[in-house]
């Protein structure tokens, strides 16, 4: 099976530009959480769509938003950048190992806000 | 608030040694843990997981969870150099699909 996809992997914006991030999750699996990670915070949770319904929201401004699609694949969206915005951006599919709902991250995309 | 804490480290350890890394949670209600390896520069990679108090033994890792202590480690047996990275260690709560994360402790492993 193929493991998740993001695209795209870097990112250079500015202040106040807005940028969309896509994922996409391994054949199947229907979770699919974000998360961003930087050094100072480690990896804080985005959000988490199900069956195209956001099902969980972390502790972010509204700039951050994101949607699923049919196909499983998501999107997310931040608007109105700032500094404090670079950090990689990681996305989570889940499916179950055994009788346990497991985690398997895609490669990120790093993104960096001048 | 969910917490899940570990020593940020370095953990430095010589090549074949037994490497322990630690992970402590507040939240009685969590139900799965989970160790994963991040090298510098990569995204998460999972190592294993573990959901009943005792070990679990996957190759030359050892997954502990005492739940009354609310305490999981992980042992890397032979430690190798290729091992050095950071371990994150994620909690899943009962009642919630997604994972707490720990910040991470990084391992040293010399040659």
């Known amino acids: 099976k193929a493991g998740v996809t993001q695209t795209p992997r870097y990112l250079i914006k500015t202040r106040g530009q807005q940028v969309t991030l896509s994922c996409s999750p391994i054949?199947?699996?229907?979770?699919v959480s974000w998360y961003q990670q930087t050094p100072g915070q480690g990896l804080q949770f985005l959000f988490e769509?199900?069956?195209?319904?956001?099902?969980n929201k972390g502790n972010f401004p509204g700039r951050f938003s994101g949607r699923q699609f049919s196909n499983s694949r998501s999107e997310m969206n931040v608007s109105t950048l700032e500094l404090g915005d670079s950090a990689l951006y990681l996305c989570?599919?889940?499916?179950?190992?055994?009788?346990?709902?497991?985690?398997?991250f895609g490669p990120g995309t790093r993104l960096l806000v001048l | 608030q969910k917490e899940v804490e570990q020593n940020s480290g370095p953990l430095s350890v010589p090549e074949g040694a037994i490497a322990s890394l630690n992970c402590t949670y507040s939240?009685?209600?969590?139900?799965?843990f989970f160790w994963y390896r991040q090298y510098s520069g990569k995204s998460p990679e999972l190592i294993m997981f573990?959901?009943?108090?005792g070990d679990k033994e996957d190759g030359r890792f050892t997954a502990q969870l005492n739940k009354a202590s609310q305490y999981v480690s992980l042992l890397i047996r032979d430690s190798q150099p290729s091992d050095s990275a950071t371990y994150l260690c994620a909690v899943h709560h009962s009642g919630y699909s997604t994972l707490t994360f720990g910040k991470g402790t990084m391992l040293l492993v010399s040659p």
């Open positions: 054949s199947g699996h229907r979770s």
């Open positions: 989570a599919s889940s499916g179950t190992s055994g009788y346990q709902e497991t985690q398997y």
């Open positions: 769509y199900f069956s195209e319904t956001q099902r």
């Open positions: 939240d009685r209600g969590s139900q799965s």
């Open positions: 573990i959901y009943s108090n």
